[in-house]
């Protein structure tokens, strides 16, 4: 069973810094590492928004420019377990939101598009208090 657990999430004032994490198991690693994995976010009565994804080994790594110079993406493996991590500094009021890690395939849909990923896990909230 493919599961994507998020962790932390919480408050933190503008200019500040946050750490978010995303396990991912249930796949193989190659699954993971040879595809796509990223971070996406929703503030309220706001579409989903593309913040970061990872493709591929040797990666490539995209940032959605809002966030470019100030959140960086990474990845690393245990045992059975594929980790997600989002640092994010700088912190702005705006990047106040839910944030979802999400796993799909190498090619299809652009990196940039929820319908690239085909799992996605339950989201953590950021508070960005200004």
């Known amino acids: 069973q493919v599961q994507l657990v998020e962790s932390g999430g919480g408050l933190v004032q503008a200019g500040g810094s946050l750490r978010l994490s995303c396990a991912a198991s249930?796949?193989?690693?190659?699954?993971?590492?040879?595809?796509?994995m990223g971070w996406f976010r929703q503030a309220p009565e706001k579409e989903r928004e593309f913040v970061a994804a990872?493709?591929?080994?040797?990666?490539?790594?995209?940032?959605a420019d809002s966030v470019k110079g100030r959140f960086t993406i990474s990845r690393a493996n245990a045992r059975n377990t594929v980790y997600l991590y989002l640092q994010m500094n700088s912190l702005k009021p705006e990047d106040a939101a839910v944030y979802y890690c999400?796993?799909?395939?190498?090619?299809?849909?652009?990196?940039?598009?929820?319908?690239?990923?085909?799992?996605w896990g339950q989201g953590t909230q950021v508070t960005v208090s200004s």
């Open positions: 999400a796993a799909g395939g190498f090619g299809g849909s652009a990196y940039y598009t929820s319908r690239r990923y085909d799992y």
């Open positions: 249930g796949r193989t690693f190659s699954s993971y590492t040879m595809g796509t």
């Open positions: 990872i493709i591929g080994s040797p990666a490539n790594i995209y940032y």
